[in-house]
């Protein structure tokens, strides 16, 4: 083997011994990630109507709201900040890390929307100081926070690319990981939708349901249901005595350069990012895809087309988790891959809502539990506005 051989060996191992070895969620399913585990399990959704929503133009709009307020709530920092340093506190609690460890890990916050309810004068928990003002409108305060609060001494980035931003993150973290110049990383992404302002924003640009059809490759979805989320989880090489919970085993990301809002009737980069993604690894292991399917009849028309053609006639199940947990924005993409590496974990993969339509493609969806066996593959896609996707490829251990 010459030279070059060997670094693209060396390259290639150091790429495929990146594990997830904690995750934490929070989402209109639970507070914990059990919680949430039990819902999947129970093929049992949260989306309903809720008193955070105020505006009488979305009081028939079904959402994702925590089961609880108290994870959002601080007097130092903003709701998002808040509910970023929690689920970060417990991720590294369940991967064991000591407080060097901590101090020595790389940090990446992802949000679409940030500290929102802030920007727009909300969240009265918060102390009225004039010292926070600046804060206030700070996408980073996200990641300072987790910084400030536990210890974390690494280099922190905050990624916002819209609904994508937390599998980037995700996928930066794995590139910094695998490379070796970090040690070890956290990922953090939270989004806190649930704001009139923001609604009306959603409303007027046709993104939100208007019809309340949960099932978004039916011909008759009409859009989204918003909802919360805060998630983290923990990214470690080699990873010897830890607890794996899943390989994370490539990331891949493109733009479309079509529109600020929509992908292209040919489905833009979807096709060759995720078919980068599936054969990363062996191909024919790909057993299910976790598409972003948001509900809004342009991802519905198109998304499955592009994913069909990316899997060159194999037989993948389809697992959209949007109809259980709703739409978190920038949150989304993590939280998916966080609850697919909890079920991984297990050997196994939830069953999709009942009741769900098939994407018209003819791609069958997940209507059991689906056991999993030691190098089965899942590949998760997320697209965000401005057509930028990213996908990920996990594998069990």
Same mark, same amino acid.
């Given at each position: ?5 060997? &670094? ?54 079904p959402v994702g709201a925590f089961p609880s307020r108290e ?24 991967? =064991?890390?000591?407080?060097? @460890?901590?101090? $020595? ?33 700070m996408h980073c305060e996200i990641p300072a926070a987790v910084?400030? $609060? ?52 959603? @409303? ?18 009409? =859009? ?11 990214? $470690? ?35 060759s990012c995720v078919r980068t993604a599936l054969h990363s ?114 594998? &069990?251990?």
């Open positions: 083997m010459g030279c070059a051989g060997v &670094v693209l060996w060396l390259y290639r191992i150091m790429m495929e011994n990146v594990f997830i070895t904690a995750v934490e969620t929070a989402c209109v399913l639970g507070l914990r990630t059990e919680d949430c585990l039990d819902a999947l399990r129970e093929r049992r959704g949260g989306l309903a109507l809720s008193s955070c929503v105020s505006g009488a133009g979305f009081a028939s709009l994870l959002v709530k601080g007097r130092r920092y903003g709701a998002a900040s808040n509910a970023a340093v929690k689920v970060a506190a417990a991720a590294m609690h369940r991967a =064991g890390w000591t407080p060097e @460890q901590i101090r $020595e890990t790389w940090l990446y916050g992802a949000s679409s929307r940030g500290n929102a309810g802030e920007i727009l004068g909300m969240n009265a928990w918060r102390r009225p100081l004039r010292k926070f003002s600046a804060s206030n409108t910084s400030i $609060e536990l210890g974390i001494h690494g280099p922190w980035q905050m990624i916002s690319n819209g609904c994508s931003s937390g599998l980037d993150a995700l996928g930066m973290a794995w590139m910094a990981v695998a490379s070796g110049v970090a040690p070890r990383a956290l990922v953090v992404a939270v989004d806190l939708p649930l704001i009139d302002a923001l609604l009306q924003d959603f @409303q007027d640009t046709g993104l939100l349901s208007t019809n309340g059809v949960n099932d978004p490759f039916s011909l008759q979805t009409s =859009g989204f249901f918003p909802a919360e989320a805060a998630v983290a989880v923990t990214l $470690e090489r080699d990873a010897s005595g830890r607890p794996k919970l899943c390989r994370l085993e490539h990331y891949s990301a493109n733009s479309d350069a079509y529109d600020t809002l929509m992908i292209p009737d040919d489905g833009g980069g979807i096709e690894g062996a191909p024919d292991k790909v057993v299910a895809i976790c598409p972003h399917a948001t509900g809004t009849l342009n991802h519905a028309r198109v998304e499955p087309p592009a994913l069909l053609r990316a899997l060159d006639g194999r037989h993948v199940s389809f697992l959209p988790l949007k109809p259980q947990t709703g739409h978190t924005l920038g949150a989304s993409g993590l939280l998916d891959v966080a609850l697919l590496a909890a079920s991984m974990a297990e050997h196994w993969l939830p069953a999709t809502l009942p009741g769900l339509t098939p994407p018209a493609c003819g791609l069958p969806l997940i209507e059991s539990p689906l056991h999993l066996s030691a190098g089965d593959r899942v590949v998760k896609l997320a697209s965000g506005m401005g057509g930028h996707n990213a996908a990920v490829s996990l594998r &069990v251990v």
